[in-house]
């Protein structure tokens, strides 16, 4: 039963950083301009001297190099995790269906890992500093890498949500008391121990 506990605890924690993860490289695409549009006077003056485009070209550089540090840190993160819900999901006699559905979250984490993610880091930060007429094939190719990413992290996020919720079911069935003897048969023992005594 603990280890089912902790498994749960280990699923939940998978699921819920993967949500964390995807909000916070959503959040980063559009901060930059809330950041600046809501900044202090003596910051809007230094924008308006220096210029608006540099200063945004600048701040988003500063917000896509945090991007890909989640993308290659949740990456390895996610594999670990993964392998321990794998390691785990031996000791608690687990059936095929949930080995399958971690050892294909398992392959997604490395095919993200490993094919998608150094395609999103490597044309991201050449197209950081470079005007958005220019490179347009490149630009092509990091928005269809994007696009991939996101929607393995999808489905990342529903094997983890399915398996959590399978576990959990089973671990609440487990822990629910068993059912009361039914009062006929209670009275027909009662009534059976009284005439073996007074026979």
């Known amino acids: 039963m603990h280890l089912r506990r902790l498994l749960c605890a280990l ?3 998978w699921f819920t950083a993967g949500v964390v993860i995807g909000f916070s490289l959503f959040v980063n695409s559009w901060i930059v301009d809330a950041v600046i549009g809501t900044a202090e006077q003596p910051v809007l003056k230094a924008v308006k001297s220096v210029g608006y485009a540099p200063i945004r070209q600048l701040m988003s550089s ?4 945090s991007d890909r540090f989640l993308i290659i840190s949740w990456g390895w993160m996610e ?30 984490a490395i095919a993200i890992r490993f094919l998608i993610a150094p395609d999103v880091i490597g044309f991201g930060r050449m197209l950081d500093f470079v005007p958005d007429s220019t490179m347009l094939a490149e630009r092509g190719r990091f928005a269809s890498m994007q696009r991939a990413y996101f929607m393995a992290q999808g489905v990342e996020l529903l094997l983890s949500f399915g398996l959590l919720v399978a576990f959990l079911r089973r ?10 003897k039914p009062i006929n048969q209670v009275n027909g023992v009662d009534d059976a121990d009284d005439a073996h005594v007074d026979g």
């Open 11 to 13: 699923i939940g924690f």
């Open 79 to 108: 594999i670990l995790l993964i392998l321990l819900v794998i390691g785990m999901l031996v000791p608690v006699k687990a059936g095929p269906a949930s080995f399958g559905a971690a050892g294909l979250a398992l392959v997604m």
């Open 62 to 65: 500063v917000a896509h190099e």
């Open 171 to 180: 671990t609440r069935s487990r822990r629910l008391p068993q059912p009361l």
